[in-house]
C-alpha cells in the first residue's frame, strides 16, 4: 500500500488557522508538526519518507504541467541553497517545472534577476527578497500579467505599495531573534559584552532579528553591546569583521548572529585567536545542528526553508490550477535547538520572552 494522505481540504483547514491573527507559538507548532507529519509536507525531514510516485494527484485538480520561477535571496547561504533544493523535489511531485533566478546576495544582482524573471510568462513565481522595496517594479509587471505571486521569508514591498501578493509564507523573525538572543544571556551569566552581526539592512527577516535581539537586552543592564554591524550575509564579511574585534575588543563573552553560516565562519575566526565566546546563529542547518551538538554554538532556531520553499510550491500549484481560497498568510515558525535534552533529541524547549 503506497503512503497515506491529508485531503487538500484537511491541509486547508489546518493551513486557514494560521491566517489573519498569529497564534500561539504552541499552537502554531503543533499545527505545523502535524502538517509535517504526513509524507506529503515533510520535505527535508526525511527522504526515506517521501512519497514514491513522480506526481502527486490533487483531489479535485489536474496534473497538467506547470512552469513557475522561483528566487531567493542567493544561493551562497545555506537556507536558500537547502530551499532551492526542497522546492525542486516538491516541484517534480506536484508537476512542476522550476526555473531558478540566484538573488547572488546582492540586490543589484536580484533586481535584474527579477527583471529577466518579469519578461517570461509563468504559472506562478515565488520571490524572498534580499531588500523590501527593490523589487517593486518587475513584480507589479508579473502581477499585472495575471501571474500569481507568492511572497516567501521577507517582504517584498512595504504596505502602502499595495501589492496584491497571492500567499506570505514568513517564520516570526522576531521571535527567533529573542530565543537565541535569550539562549545566549543565559550562556554568559546575564552579564559580559556581546556583539550582534546582522544580515543586511533592508531585509525585512533582518530587521525582525534584531528587535528580537533588542527587545532580549533591554532586560538584562549588565550586558554592554559593543558593536551591531551588518554582514550581508555573506561569510567573508564577517570573517572580517571578527578578525578586527578580536584585536579591538580584549573582551567579548558572547555573539550573536542572524544565520548560522555567520556564526560558523566566526567560530572559525575565533578559533584560529584561541578565545572562548560564546555564539548563536538562526536558522538550524545541518552545520549548525552539529556545531549545537559539538559545543561549538549554544543554540540556534529553525527557520523552516522545507515549509517556506515547499509550501509555496503547493500553493502555487493549488492556485494555478484554479483554487480560489487560499491564505493570505502563512506563519511558518520553527523550534529551538540547544542541548537542552541531550543529543539526539535537539529539539529543545521554547525559552520564555515576553
Given at each position: 500500500?503506497?503512503p497515506?494522505?491529508?485531503?487538500?481540504a484537511e491541509?486547508?483547514k489546518l493551513?486557514?488557522?494560521?491566517?489573519?491573527?498569529?497564534i500561539?507559538r504552541?499552537k502554531?507548532l503543533?499545527v505545523?508538526m502535524s502538517?509535517a507529519a504526513?509524507?506529503?509536507?515533510s520535505a527535508?525531514i526525511s527522504?526515506?519518507?517521501?512519497?514514491?510516485?513522480p506526481v502527486?494527484q490533487?483531489a479535485g485538480?489536474?496534473?497538467?504541467?506547470?512552469?513557475?520561477?522561483f528566487s531567493?535571496?542567493g544561493?551562497?547561504?545555506t537556507?536558500?541553497?537547502q530551499?532551492?533544493?526542497?522546492?525542486e523535489q516538491w516541484?517534480?511531485?506536484f508537476?512542476v517545472d522550476?526555473?531558478w533566478?540566484?538573488g547572488?546576495?546582492?540586490v543589484?544582482?536580484?533586481?535584474?534577476a527579477?527583471d529577466?524573471?518579469?519578461?517570461?510568462?509563468w504559472?506562478f513565481?515565488?520571490?524572498?527578497p534580499f531588500?523590501?522595496?527593490?523589487?517593486v517594479d518587475?513584480?507589479k509587471?508579473?502581477i499585472?500579467?495575471g501571474i500569481?505571486v507568492?511572497?516567501?521569508?521577507?517582504i517584498i514591498?512595504?504596505?502602502?505599495?499595495n501589492l496584491?501578493?497571492t500567499?506570505?509564507l514568513?517564520?516570526d523573525?522576531?521571535w527567533?531573534g529573542s530565543?537565541v538572543?535569550e539562549?545566549?544571556?543565559?550562556?554568559?551569566?546575564g552579564?559580559g559584552?556581546?556583539i550582534?552581526?546582522q544580515?543586511?539592512?533592508g531585509h525585512t527577516g533582518s530587521?525582525g532579528?534584531?528587535?528580537g535581539?533588542?527587545?532580549?537586552m533591554?532586560?538584562?543592564?549588565?550586558?554592554?553591546?559593543?558593536?551591531?554591524?551588518?554582514?550581508?550575509?555573506?561569510?567573508?564579511?564577517?570573517a572580517?569583521?571578527?578578525e578586527d574585534?578580536?584585536?579591538k575588543?580584549p573582551?567579548?563573552?558572547?555573539?550573536?548572529?542572524?544565520?548560522?553560516?555567520m556564526?560558523?565562519?566566526?567560530?572559525?575566526?575565533i578559533?584560529?585567536?584561541?578565545?572562548d565566546?560564546k555564539?548563536?546563529?538562526?536558522?538550524?542547518?545541518p552545520p549548525?545542528?552539529q556545531?549545537?551538538?559539538d559545543?561549538k554554538?549554544?543554540?540556534?532556531v529553525?527557520?523552516?526553508?522545507?515549509?517556506v520553499?515547499?509550501?509555496?510550491v503547493l500553493?502555487g500549484?493549488?492556485v494555478?490550477?484554479?483554487?480560489k481560497?487560499?491564505?493570505?498568510?502563512?506563519l511558518?515558525?520553527g523550534?529551538?535547538?540547544?542541548?537542552?535534552?541531550?543529543?539526539?533529541?535537539?529539539?529543545g524547549e521554547?525559552?520564555?520572552?515576553s
Amino acid at each position: 500500500m503506497g503512503p497515506s494522505f491529508h485531503t487538500m481540504a484537511e491541509v486547508s483547514k489546518l493551513l486557514n488557522e494560521l491566517v489573519s491573527r498569529r497564534i500561539s507559538r504552541r499552537k502554531a507548532l503543533v499545527v505545523e508538526m502535524s502538517l509535517a507529519a504526513t509524507p506529503l509536507l515533510s520535505a527535508c525531514i526525511s527522504r526515506e519518507a517521501a512519497p514514491k510516485t513522480p506526481v502527486v494527484q490533487i483531489a479535485g485538480g489536474s496534473t497538467k504541467g506547470l512552469k513557475a520561477a522561483f528566487s531567493n535571496a542567493g544561493l551562497g547561504a545555506t537556507w536558500c541553497a537547502q530551499g532551492k533544493e526542497i522546492a525542486e523535489q516538491w516541484g517534480k511531485w506536484f508537476n512542476v517545472d522550476i526555473t531558478w533566478f540566484d538573488g547572488g546576495l546582492s540586490v543589484d544582482v536580484q533586481r535584474k534577476a527579477i527583471d529577466d524573471m518579469a519578461s517570461k510568462k509563468w504559472d506562478f513565481v515565488a520571490i524572498q527578497p534580499f531588500g523590501i522595496g527593490t523589487l517593486v517594479d518587475p513584480v507589479k509587471r508579473m502581477i499585472e500579467n495575471g501571474i500569481p505571486v507568492i511572497q516567501m521569508d521577507t517582504i517584498i514591498a512595504p504596505p502602502e505599495a499595495n501589492l496584491p501578493i497571492t500567499t506570505f509564507l514568513e517564520p516570526d523573525n522576531e521571535w527567533m531573534g529573542s530565543q537565541v538572543t535569550e539562549a545566549l544571556v543565559r550562556a554568559i551569566g546575564g552579564k559580559g559584552t556581546i556583539i550582534e552581526t546582522q544580515g543586511a539592512a533592508g531585509h525585512t527577516g533582518s530587521q525582525g532579528r534584531h528587535r528580537g535581539f533588542e527587545a532580549v537586552m533591554k532586560n538584562y543592564p549588565d550586558i554592554k553591546v559593543l558593536a551591531q554591524d551588518f554582514a550581508d550575509w555573506d561569510v567573508n564579511k564577517v570573517a572580517k569583521l571578527w578578525e578586527d574585534y578580536l584585536v579591538k575588543y580584549p573582551d567579548i563573552s558572547g555573539g550573536m548572529f542572524h544565520n548560522d553560516d555567520m556564526a560558523l565562519a566566526a567560530y572559525k575566526v575565533i578559533q584560529n585567536a584561541k578565545r572562548d565566546i560564546k555564539l548563536v546563529g538562526i536558522d538550524a542547518m545541518p552545520p549548525a545542528i552539529q556545531a549545537v551538538i559539538d559545543g561549538k554554538l549554544v543554540a540556534s532556531v529553525r527557520n523552516p526553508a522545507d515549509r517556506v520553499h515547499g509550501w509555496a510550491v503547493l500553493i502555487g500549484s493549488k492556485v494555478a490550477r484554479g483554487e480560489k481560497n487560499v491564505p493570505k498568510y502563512i506563519l511558518t515558525d520553527g523550534p529551538v535547538v540547544n542541548q537542552k535534552v541531550g543529543p539526539g533529541l535537539l529539539y529543545g524547549e521554547q525559552i520564555g520572552v515576553s
